[in-house]
């Protein structure tokens, strides 16, 4: 007999949700940060699972845009900045001397905590990056790109009137999906996003939210946040940061109803941060 109880069904649907079987994307190994003499980041061994949205989450300041610019080495971009340790991509090591950053970078897109497109004209903020990496052999290859990284960012019903318009003349959350279209442009395989919804209102918040939830059928995300709620609603892992240290990691349900450790326990329920 295979009766499934209402419980077991419930377990079943959430390890589906979970995913834990998906494989390991990319992988964090004692990584270790610096800026000058200052540690920022102590031994943080993290696994991002294919196709599934990972959060972090920790009081300010305690690494977590830190480790995301380690992830397609934006430290790089930061003179005084050093990292140690070993993060891999498909268990390449993306420090390694004959890795090309331009395009590990397309590899593994970002977008940022404030919406930053081109002065330019919408489309050619999603067109940009495309044309740089050759990704189109001609305009009506590129026009596809541009469409396709609009609808799939959930803006094409809105832009496709104004494509020539500045991308900047958007409202806010309208610019942050333009980003998000632009990252998508390049066919990411990883996205990085650092609290992409905090210049947001609650509408064009939950539009972003609902984008990152479609998003990771294809893609695999990382997300930096500040709101719980937000975690909760769009991730399937959770991973804590406290002082420069990963203090755990696991499914999301799991971190905000029964976290092992008080540092998680009290960040969540509001004691610090
Ligand atoms: N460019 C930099 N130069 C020097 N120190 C830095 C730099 N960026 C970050 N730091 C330091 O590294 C530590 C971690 O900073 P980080 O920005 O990663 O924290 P965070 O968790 O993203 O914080 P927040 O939630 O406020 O964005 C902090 O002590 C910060 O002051
Ligand atoms: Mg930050």
């Known amino acids: 007999m295979n009766i499934m109880t209402e419980k077991s069904l419930e377990d079943a649907v959430n390890a589906e949700m979970n995913r834990p079987n998906e494989p390991i994307k990319m992988r964090g190994d004692q990584v270790t940060v610096h800026y000058g003499d200052k540690q920022a980041l102590f031994g943080v061994n993290l696994d991002v699972r294919q196709n599934q949205v990972t959060a972090l989450i920790g009081p300010s300041g305690c690494g977590k845009s830190t480790f995301l610019r380690c992830l397609n080495r934006m430290n790089d971009t930061i003179d005084s900045a050093r990292v140690g340790g070993k993060i891999t991509l498909d268990s390449e090591d993306i420090y390694d001397p004959k890795i090309d950053v331009v395009e590990l970078r397309a590899r593994v897109g970002m977008v940022f905590q ?160």
């Open 114 to 273: 404030k919406p930053n497109p081109f002065p330019k004209s919408i489309y050619e903020n999603v067109a940009y990056g495309p044309r740089i990496h050759g990704l189109a052999k001609n305009k009506a290859e590129l026009d596809e790109i541009v469409e396709k990284s609009l609808q799939k960012a959930a803006l094409w019903n809105e832009a496709k009137d104004r494509l020539n318009e500045p991308g900047t003349g958007l409202s806010g959350g309208q610019q942050q999906r333009l980003c998000i279209a632009r990252a998508i442009a390049v066919a990411p395989e990883v996205i990085l996003m650092d609290e992409p919804c905090s210049a947001l209102d609650p509408i064009a918040t939950a539009k972003v939210e609902e984008l990152i939830d479609e998003l990771r059928e294809n893609y695999t995300i990382v997300i930096v946040t500040h709101s719980m709620q937000q975690a909760a609603r769009v991730s399937q892992r959770t991973a804590m940061f406290h002082l420069g240290y990963l203090v755990e990691e696991g499914p999301t349900d799991k971190m905000f109803t029964n976290p092992d450790d008080k540092r998680t326990q009290d960040y969540i329920t509001g004691r610090f941060g």
